[in-house]
């Protein structure tokens, strides 16, 4: 019966999208319209001792493209070239059976891994990975054990990491070669505490007054350190996700500077429509949460903001079930064209959402759900890897409240505007648009969800006109399963001949499946 109503959906999706005519839209900016600063953290990304992330990703000692510290130069390159300005570690569901005292000192203490079911070797701890993300100059970000770990051994990891000289840990790392202290200003009480899978799992009643009390010895600890408290993961958990972060704000409100949530993404179904909406679902999970943070704000009298973190995210949904998610290869997902616009679909909702979502990590970085895949001697970068890129090179500074008129489609996997006459429900706009300005360089991004027509766009500069030439990056591909692998990427990005235009409209015909950066220049009327 569902797989008949699935059927049944999917078919009236093909049916609605083909008859759709000829698409126009109409995009109206105003530089004095600003959302918020565009926290430069939500290009964040994650490294867990997962499969290939750690061993054979970042770190390959054994390896000829390997630096004198073991870490991959390719990769570190790749890394980079991302822009990446804060890295999550040790995991994920890794991390609740952690226990940082066995990846330090010159004996490293090899133990099972009972998350992804390995050999956990221990030979890269936090000093490697200090090291490591020092190299390629992003800020670390660490997550403690609230599952299996104490409030005391959290501690005492912030005391190893950030307390100068004195007591016994900050002894301990002077003695295994770092004088200074590591500085970590982040730190995440945990990880997807919500869920039955975590080792550890509590409810939240339970999570709350443990991570109260692991983050009050923590802050004793060094009290300038941000701390994370552990939202609601994927909404497959037996917890109800909205009780679950109402609990944790409303209990730890004296403590956290964020919530942080997951979400993964994926097409199952092949429902290409479908599938290009579900950023909508991150984007109504933010509106949300931020009224439950607004509430307890309200209640309690906390004056300073707590923000959103979106910690884990990305698409994943091939590499799933017990054979790829187990062992020395697991979650080596591979990435298309249209993975690559969900992602990018992802990334606006966090710059729509400026004023809140502060920070967010891409889950992960090398080889495990990532936008960067290795073998022995080479790598390639995933379809993934570019709106990425694209993003985090340019869309930066001030994120704009964008006016957007263009036609919508139904897909019945998702209604927004439950308020709608049933007519006009059809809740998904072709376009999907954000835009930044920095200073008087201004940045307009827009995912054309159209699988076949470009759409014909007039973009209006309200209160300014455009100087000079514009820039144009545009990522796609010739079909929406293009994908990349060693030696050949059909799916990167492009620049085209740019648009010399002054005034302040700028005619543009946006192409089918795809995402396009116009970049340029504003003087204010
Ligand atoms: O990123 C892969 C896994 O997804 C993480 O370990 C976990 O937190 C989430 O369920």
Known sequence: MKTLYTLSVFFLTLVVASQLPAQEARIKIDPDRVVGEISPLIYGNFVEHLGRCVYGGIYDPGSPLADEDGFRKDVMEAVRDLNISIIRYPGGN?????????????????????????????????????????????????????????????????????????PHYAELRKEHGYPEPHDIKFWSLGNEMDGGWQMGHLNAEDYTKKARETAKL?????????????????????????????????????????????????????????????????????????????????????????????????????????????????????????????????????????????????????????????????????????????????????????????????????????????????????????????????????????????IQTSVLCQECTFEGDIQILELTGPDIKSSNTFGKEDVQTKELSPLSNSGNQVEYSFPPHSLTLLIGKVHSR
């Open 94 to 166: 890794f991390v609740s059976n952690y226990h940082w005292l066995d990846g330090v000192g010159p004996d490293r203490i090899p133990r099972m891994e009972l998350a992804w079911n390995r050999l956990e070797t221990n030979e890269f701890g936090t000093n490697e990975f200090i090291k490591f993300v020092r190299k390629v100059g992003a800020e670390p970000f660490f997550a403690v054990n609230m599952g299996t770990g104490t409030m005391v051994e959290a501690r005492r990891w912030v005391e190893y990491t950030n307390v100068a000289s004195g």
């Open 218 to 454: 923590m802050k004793l600890t060094d009290r300038d350190i941000k701390i994370i408290g552990s939202g609601s993961s994927n909404y497959g958990s037996d917890a109800n996700p909205n009780q679950w972060n109402q609990t944790v704000v409303d209990v730890l409100h004296q403590y956290i500077d964020y919530l942080a949530l997951h979400l993964y993404l994926g097409n199952p179904d092949n429902d290409y429509y479908g599938f290009m909406s579900t950023p909508m679902v991150m984007e109504q999970r933010t509106d949300i949460a931020r009224g439950l943070i607004q509430r307890t704000m309200e209640e309690t009298g906390r004056d300073q903001p707590i923000y959103i973190a979106w910690d884990e995210w990305n698409v994943w949904y091939r590499a799933t079930g017990a054979a790829a998610t187990q062992g020395d290869r697991a979650l080596e997902e591979h990435y298309n064209l249209e993975d690559a616009l969900v992602v990018a679909g992802m990334l606006n909702v966090f710059i729509r959402n400026a004023d809140i979502v502060k920070m967010a990590n891409m889950a992960q970085l090398v080889n495990v759900i990532a936008p960067i895949f290795t073998n022995d001697t080479s790598l390639f970068k995933q379809t993934i890897y570019y709106p990425f890129q694209m993003f985090s090179s340019h869309m930066v500074g001030k994120s704009l409240d964008v006016f957007l008129e263009v036609d919508t489609y139904e897909t019945g996997q998702f209604r927004m505007n439950a308020w709608a006459e049933p007519e006009n429900q059809k809740d998904v706009p072709y376009l999907d648009v954000t835009a930044a300005l920095d200073e008087d360089q201004i940045v307009i991004a827009v995912v054309n969800r159209h699988r076949d027509q470009s």
